[in-house]
């Protein structure tokens, strides 16, 4: 099934670049805002947990990935906020929010939004508006007075800085290995620049076109938009449709339903039989929770961009663990419709393919949140999120002959080379 997006505006939303000009509205200072009271801290940390136990439903990941004991881990930060006083320093607060947010290590892209994520988010509103949010979204909660208050007061106590953008010769880099080589690094996919990019992306594909082996390189590529590689990686170098398909698991909670409606996704075709799951040889039951539901997805079914593609010779991907979000999803796709070889010396990050995520507000500090509302499987029933994407090599750490470590790249192309002699003396 081809989405409005998938997953990804998620992480060019939260990183987008730009925002060092984005000037944050009123400057009064409300002296109320350097004070929450514990009432009011309570009540935002408790509808926090209850719209987690809802909507949220990586749990289960969680436990297993970085060894959390959730209901524990709720508890004890509750039970800090409880010792903190009937007036609570703001910060304070704002930093206990985020060390409990912090536990789960941005698993299905949940953070606490801090001033950056809040003006990346504001400068890039009207991208969010066309491929993630809906405009009665950003009204209501990015553009919403007291929103904007909160983190104009947290902007001018310094808690952390604005992003700028990086310049294209940062973010691509393009080079060409003897002469069965090409090479081209790319550090984001961030949705602002797919039109910058692309021409001279294509240009590139047209000028290697017979070499006979090009290597792509998202290595602790941090993700952006899935438009981004769609458009100016694989449409051009494809002459028929593929696709990766991948399974989801949702609550389908009351406060993510529009946003899943937002994304494609249909009431009537989301399966309730979650029982059917248990037959996958990898699942694991605790992700398997009475009263969810689950969809078989068709994963970024991609048509060409024309019936000849530029790009005539083999691809190879490059990958690590730095390999996040929609640059995920992109070595998921490769993967799974055999557009590249990926290969890397670990597996990626796993929070590529699933949904966009949703937005909210606490009610009363006014602090905005987010999450994944849907659980991505690969076709084995593993969580993508826990594993990552494997790559198809592995490749060495160190060299053949000797102790030396040996660079991902450098060992990239000696398996390249290798294949090269082998298929020589053939």
């Not at 505006?9 to 009064?28: D, P, S, T, V, W």
């Not at 881990?73 to 006083?85: N, T, V, W």
């Not at 979650?274 to 040889?281: D, F, S, T, V």
Request: net charge negative.
């Amino acid at each position: 099934m081809m989405r409005k997006i998938t997953l990804v505006a998620a992480m060019f939303l939260c990183l987008i670049a730009g925002a060092g000009g984005f000037c944050l509205l009123n400057r009064e200072r409300d002296p109320r805002l350097d004070l929450i009271s514990r009432k009011d801290a309570l009540e935002d940390y408790d509808y926090l947990w209850e719209i987690l136990e809802e909507n949220y439903p990586f749990f289960g990941v969680a436990e297993r990935k970085y060894g959390l004991d959730v209901q524990q881990l709720k508890q004890d930060y509750r039970q800090q906020l409880e010792g903190m006083g009937k007036e609570i320093d703001f910060l304070k607060f704002y930093q206990l929010m985020k060390d409990c947010v912090g536990e789960f290590h941005q698993l299905g892209h949940f953070i606490m939004y801090s001033p950056q994520d809040y003006q990346s988010h504001m400068a890039g509103k009207e991208y969010l508006c066309e491929f993630a949010l809906s405009r009665w979204q950003v009204e209501h909660y990015l553009e919403e007075s007291k929103v904007q208050k909160r983190y104009d007061f947290l902007e001018s106590k310094e808690v952390s800085s604005n992003w700028s953008e990086q310049p294209q010769s940062e973010r691509l880099t393009f080079n060409r290995f003897q002469d069965e080589i090409a090479y081209m690094k790319i550090n984001s996919f961030y949705g602002q620049y797919i039109e910058q990019d692309r021409e001279k992306i294509l240009n590139f594909f047209r000028e290697n076109a017979d070499i006979p082996n090009l290597i792509i390189d998202i290595q602790n590529n941090s993700g952006g938009s899935s438009y981004y590689w769609y458009e100016n990686l694989v449409r051009p170098n494809i002459e028929e449709k593929m696709e990766a398909p991948f399974l989801e698991v949702t609550p389908y909670g009351n406060r993510s339903r529009e946003q899943m409606k937002l994304d494609g996704y249909e009431e009537q075709a989301l399966n309730a039989e979650i029982e059917e799951l248990e037959e996958l040889p990898e699942i694991n039951q605790d992700d398997l929770i009475s009263g969810w539901y689950w969809e078989k997805d068709e994963g970024d079914a991609i048509a060409p961009q024309s019936n000849e593609k530029l790009y005539k010779g083999r691809i190879f991907l490059l990958v690590n663990d730095g390999t996040r979000s929609a640059a995920d999803s992109f070595a998921y796709f490769c993967k799974g419709s055999g557009f590249a070889t990926v290969l890397g010396q670990e597996n990626t990050r796993g929070d590529g393919p699933g949904s966009n995520f949703v937005l909210d507000q606490l009610p009363h500090s006014n602090l905005l949140f987010r999450y994944r509302p849907i659980l991505a499987l690969d076709m084995k029933g593993v969580p993508l999120e826990e594993s990552g994407v494997e790559p198809d090599v592995l490749l060495p750490t160190r060299a053949k002959n000797s102790n030396d470590k040996v660079s991902p790249l450098a060992a990239c192309l000696i398996y390249i080379e290798e294949l090269e002699e082998i298929e020589y003396k053939r």
